[in-house]
């Protein structure tokens, strides 16, 4: 009887210290285990804005490819059957005020106020945990906007409001604000390594793989590579600014690395770089903080004139209806770039989870959740609904009870998290 070598799903190409893990190839597919003991991986993502959403515009009807969505949504009309849109959600110790309603939307934790810090593991790195052993980065952790120090009059830390994703109660991931950073961090790059290109570092490699792949890997590869190829060069744009603009930056350090001063750009290039992440499977887990609370973004692009938090207050007005749905644009894009990444017989978005969400439904108001999910997580997640929970009753509503399904889904059976005990109903 002969048995099969069993070979991975990924390949990965080294050389001189730098590793480029490739995506889902069917003609190492074909080499590997059955057909029926494969397994895409599943993954999870998370954006967020702080500050709450614009109510009038912010809704959904109907089901599958005849939902309706309100303007904010509007950006996502082409993922219509691949998404989840869902109202009513409650994180009961986030209904309250600024501060105490960012650092525990991933956790359901109570924080506490004053000069220590307390709250609790957020579920991202659970499943980052999780995966440690199977993934090369245990998660990314991006952000869009810089952390701020103090305290919020209602006594809270500032470091709540600035923070997602926390890996102990006491300890915040520390946000990656630079992409040229997360690059590296994914790709194994040393200081400097990536003013050239990682391509390049292995292309004898990857031409004599080229030889050896079916017509279809071929295509897939040339699309991989220059996904790759286009976020490199876009990251040393961004480096080659800072250096010119930073003239005094000795020759012997690395220069620090740029960040787009337009928001699109800066969001899209993050984004980009959890689609290459989730692709190439370096980690199964990301979070890209897009705006905080209380935040102090601007953007002057739309017209508008005072910052993010100050619309807020207004968010019925069509300045801020803008910044939101722009940010709604930013988590329409990477869905795009995740629904084009074909693996296996479904897409890397159909394999992933990616989720948006806010810690307020208008400003201070915490008694709902505004939060979309799209993809399938592997088909163990119905998609194309519009799901209320607003009357459910609070004990049948707990965004903890979203996250108890969503982990076990993954692999990650609890018994209890947060506020939770048991996992939402009709999820």
């Known amino acids: 009887m002969t048995v099969a070598t069993h070979v991975s799903r990924r390949v990965l190409l080294k050389a001189l210290g730098v590793t480029v893990a490739l995506p889902w190839l069917e003609s190492v597919g074909a080499l590997a285990a059955p057909a029926t003991a494969r397994k895409a991986p599943q993954r999870f993502a998370c954006l967020f804005i702080g500050d709450g959403i614009s109510p009038p515009h912010w809704w959904a009807r109907g089901n599958g490819a005849t939902m309706e969505l ?16 869902i109202n009513g959600l409650f994180n009961h110790e986030g209904d309250g005020g600024h501060a105490r309603c960012t650092g525990n ?40 906007e810089q952390p701020v120090s103090g305290f919020h009059e209602s006594q809270y830390s500032m470091v709540y409001a600035s923070h997602i994703s926390w890996r102990t109660p006491d300890s ?20 400097g390594k990536l003013q050239g290109s990682i391509l390049d570092e292995v292309l004898q490699q990857a031409n004599d793989l080229r030889g050896q792949v079916s017509g279809t890997d071929k295509q897939k590869l040339e699309e991989y590579f220059s996904s790759v190829r286009e976020t ?3 990251v040393q744009r961004l480096n080659k600014l800072a250096k010119n603009d930073t003239p005094m930056v000795p020759a012997s350090q690395r220069p620090p690395v740029g960040q787009p001063k337009d928001f699109r750009a800066y969001a899209r290039l993050m984004c980009d770089i959890i689609a290459l992440a989730f692709q190439t499977d370096r980690t199964r887990v990301a979070t890209l903080l897009l705006s905080r609370d209380l935040s102090g973004q601007v953007y002057p692009f739309l ?13 019925t007005g069509k300045e801020y209806q803008a910044i939101v749905k722009c940010h709604v ?3 329409a894009y990477l869905l795009d770039r995740l629904a084009k990444m074909q693996e296996g017989e479904r897409t890397v978005l159909d394999n992933s989870c990616i989720m948006f969400v806010s810690e307020h439904w208008n400003a201070h108001n915490g008694q709902q959740v505004p939060l979309v999910l799209a993809g399938s997580l592997g088909g163990t997640l119905q998609t194309g609904r519009t799901l209320d929970y607003l009357k459910a009753g609070n004990s049948k509503r707990k965004l903890c009870s979203l996250y ?6 993954m692999g990650l059976k609890m018994s209890s998290f947060g506020d939770a005990r048991e996992q939402l109903a009709g999820i």
């Open 303 to 315: 017209g508008v004139r005072d910052d993010h938090h100050s619309y807020s207050h207004d968010n």
């Open 70 to 85: 309100g303007s904010s949504l509007a950006p996502l009309v082409p993922f219509k059957e691949k998404m989840n849109v």
């Open 105 to 144: 939307i991933l956790s359901g934790a109570a924080l506490q106020r004053g000069r220590t810090i307390k709250g609790g593991v957020s579920m991202d790195q659970l499943l980052a945990k999780h995966y440690e052993e199977e993934t090369a980065l245990p998660s990314l952790v991006l952000g869009c």
């Open 172 to 191: 915040p991931v520390p946000i990656e604000l630079y992409p040229s950073l997360a690059f590296d961090s994914l790709f194994g790059g040393k200081a």
């Open 404 to 409: 108890l399904a969503l982990m076990e889904r």
């Open 329 to 331: 644009e930013q988590y």
């Open 232 to 234: 490199e060069q876009r």
